[in-house]
């Protein structure tokens, strides 16, 4: 498994903008696909984001314009850069790590963000 270390996250106002960091511990991070997912309370998770090992990126609808997945191989690192926020994107996020055709496996600890004024 890939171990992966999240950073980032806390309170921001309505409209301000955060980027998360997801450290991964992998000499193949280049071959695995890395997502963001959150969970709201009362609320199931949901993927956010994905970045593939050739760079194609997928969004969810509640974020298309105002999030960016990104990544930098060279520093095994995951980002995800977040404007324009709302309360409602309030919640805890994770990142996680796909390798082929496997689920997403691998599981950072979460990071809470706090959208509130």
């Known amino acids: 498994q890939v171990q992966l270390v999240e950073s980032g996250g806390g309170l921001v106002q309505p409209g301000g903008s955060l980027r998360l960091s997801c450290a991964a511990s992998?000499?193949?991070?280049?071959?695995?696909?890395m997502g963001w997912y959150r969970q709201a309370p009362g609320k199931q998770r949901e993927l956010v984001a994905a970045?593939?090992?050739?760079?194609?990126?997928n969004y969810a609808d509640s974020v298309k314009g105002r999030f960016t997945i990104s990544r930098d191989n060279a520093k095994n690192t995951v980002y995800l850069q977040m404007n324009s926020l709302k309360p409602e994107d309030t919640a805890v996020y994770y990142c996680?790590?796909?390798?082929?055709?496997?689920?997403?496996?691998?599981w950072g600890q979460g990071t809470q963000v706090t959208v509130f004024s």
């Open positions: 992998t000499s193949f991070f280049s071959l695995y696909t």
């Open positions: 996680a790590a796909r390798y082929r055709s496997l689920d997403f496996g691998s």
């Open positions: 970045i593939t090992t050739v760079g194609s990126t």
